[in-house]
């Protein structure tokens, strides 16, 4: 964790380990491992993204650390919370701020690319937005392609290819399929079908012909076909998120803003030799069978014979979406199922998806807290409905934002979602979280959004929650602040000890990064309060949040000053010994002060 105090135009930045001071004061060197850096660049808003596997929900494991390229406009004002411009995935996690005194507005919004690619993995470019300075959390979820999401299949294969060596173009057709064999026990899986016509000539990037050596007319057409249903987890890898206000035509106009439903899509390479296959003189035909049970976003009704569809494209390295064509929905006589043509005059990923406007107004939300003496922390989370059943919210939430509200005020929101727009007659669920709490305070929905503003929710009194009021010191007097919005992770020490997630050499207990379905890890925001003249960190958790009988593993994500972040856990009560009744009893219902204060090593 980092405290920020600038001295002549330098940023200390201080390392602490957070956990220890909250919950009791140490007798000895009460901060381990505190550290200073120097940097000239102060940072603001730290936000966290989650890098995680699609497929497993788990964190993306890797030999070492994984660079990141951070792209854009906005490229420049993206730093580390330390201060620094090199960029990693570690833990799972990559950690960014901005650089202090720059601030996004919705009329001056900050937009950069992250990219990521990984061994073993697709590439993923993944465009961000913000309109604020508030700490924002983001996921990006990559394929693994030796581990494919549920319905999703792939083929490699080599069919040869006899070129003209006059015309440079293809003498005989070439059908390539993906894989049709279904899952031990499961149903066969949607296939994709691409044609290459005779008389196609295979162009390289530069759009030439690609030549075969002197003398040779046939060669092998290296190629990697990987389909992509809308499946709960392989709409969680979709190329740059479904929502999305970086569409255009094919003439390079900008499209509205809104989102993408898509009914499946295809990344698709090809090579001849060390010679990449980018572009077609003709178009080759992709054909995707179509799960029958997808929804048509349009008719809320299972897509038929004659629906027409959009088709996208999204070349390498390119953040943009190209609307290329529409098409309609048919079914195949030889086989009796519904398929997706599409007319392919480039490679690259290929979607099949409908679209739909942003609504005009952006997303509000009413939030009242009861309690006068307490902060309350709301998680508010959005969710669109599964694919597959309008009436069933999605496994992956659309927003998932914390929003603190003072002691007896109430709020309406602004740019807490960072100006996020509906679309205009969809339907989503609202849900209320307490931190801490696995159990939904309440859900709203299916109910569309555009237009309407969900009731006022509002917080009940909680005389029996255990508020800690943190009071960091130096041994100058100096007080040290740990920055608002932090999060801090806690478990019972016993459930991560004996949570194992991920298999063979990935395998680790249970990460608050991981994300997996009823992730056992709960958090709690830190707050800043001034009281009575002195400025505290305050932190409020539910009073079921702790038992007697067990001892607790907390945890936070600190810069480490190199470039890429940290985890520090530590255990309450100090030794791992089980909390006692009458412990619990002095935290229930009180505010708590826990004054801490740093020994030898306060440079300020």
Not at 481 to 490: D, E, N, S
Request: proline content about 9%; charged content about 15%.
């Amino acid at each position: 964790m980092k405290t920020t105090y600038t001295i002549k135009g330098f940023t200390l930045i201080i390392g602490i380990t957070l956990l220890t001071s909250l919950f009791y004061t140490c007798k000895k060197g009460p901060i381990d491992n505190f550290k200073i850096g120097i940097n000239a660049t102060a940072t603001t808003a730290p936000s966290t993204i989650k890098v995680y596997d699609v497929t497993t929900n788990t964190k993306i494991e890797v030999s070492g650390s994984l660079s990141v390229t951070i792209t854009g406009k906005d490229a420049h004002k993206i730093y580390t919370p330390g201060g620094y411009q090199t960029f990693v995935v570690d833990q799972g996690q990559i950690l960014i701020s901005l650089r202090s005194g720059v601030n996004p507005t919705p009329e001056n919004p900050f937009e950069f690319n992250i990219n990521i690619a990984p061994d073993g993995y697709l590439p993923v470019i993944y465009p961000v937005t913000l309109t604020s300075t508030l700490p924002s959390d983001f996921s990006i979820g990559l394929v693994n392609l030796n581990n494919l999401p549920k319905g999703s299949t792939q083929t490699k294969v080599d069919p040869p290819v006899v070129i003209d060596t006059v015309t440079k173009k293809t003498t005989t057709p070439i059908v390539i399929k993906t894989d049709s064999i279904p899952p031990s026990g499961g149903t066969p899986p949607q296939v994709t079908t691409v044609t290459v016509p005779t008389g196609t000539q295979l162009q390289d990037k530069e759009g030439k012909p690609i030549e075969l050596p002197k003398g040779d007319t046939t060669a092998k057409l290296t190629t990697q076909i990987v389909y992509f249903p809308p499946t709960e987890q392989a709409l969680n890898s979709f190329p740059g998120g479904l929502e999305t206000s970086n569409i255009q035509d094919t003439s390079g106009n900008e499209q509205k803003a809104g989102t993408l439903s898509p009914a499946g899509w295809v990344n698709i390479e090809m090579n001849i030799g060390n010679t990449e296959v980018k572009n077609f003189n003709t178009p080759i035909v992709v054909s995707m069978e179509l799960d029958p049970n997808t929804i048509n976003p349009n008719t809320e009704a299972p897509y038929e014979v004659g629906d027409s569809i959009n088709i996208y494209s999204k070349s390498e390295g390119d953040e943009n979406w190209i609307l290329e064509s529409v098409s309609a929905v048919f079914k195949n006589p030889n086989t009796g199922k519904l398929e997706i043509p599409m007319q392919v005059s480039h490679l690259s990923i290929w979607a099949a998806a409908n679209f739909s406007v942003a609504c005009g107004t952006i997303f509000k939300l009413t939030l009242s807290n009861d309690d006068t003496e307490n902060p309350v922390n709301f998680v508010v989370k959005i969710y669109a409905p599964s694919t597959l059943n309008p009436l069933v919210k999605s496994a992956s939430p659309l927003k998932n934002v914390t929003i603190t509200v003072q002691p007896g005020a109430t709020i309406t929101t602004t740019n807490q979602f960072n100006n996020w727009k509906p679309v205009a007659g969809k339907k989503y669920f609202v849900q209320f979280d307490e931190p801490g709490n696995p159990i939904p305070l309440q859900i709203i929905g299916p109910t569309e959004l555009c237009g309407n503003t969900p009731p006022t929710y509002t917080s009940n009194p909680a005389p029996n929650k255990m508020v800690f009021k943190v009071l960091i010191k130096c041994t100058n007097g100096n007080t040290v602040l740990i920055p608002a919005g932090t999060k801090i992770y806690f478990i019972d020490d016993n459930i991560y000890n004996n949570t194992l997630v991920g298999s063979g050499n990935f395998q680790h207990k249970v990460d608050p990064s991981d994300n997996i379905v009823n992730n056992p890890w709960n958090y709690v925001i830190a707050d800043q309060r001034r009281i009575g003249g002195t400025d505290y960190n305050v932190i409020t958790l539910p009073s079921t949040a702790l038992t007697v009988g067990s001892s607790y593993r907390f945890s936070v994500y600190y810069d480490t000053g190199v470039g890429h972040g940290s985890r520090e856990d530590k255990i309450f009560p100090e030794g791992g010994l089980p909390l006692t009744q009458e412990q619990l009893t002095s935290y229930r219902g009180h505010v708590t002060l826990m004054p801490v204060t740093l020994s030898g090593q306060c440079p300020f």
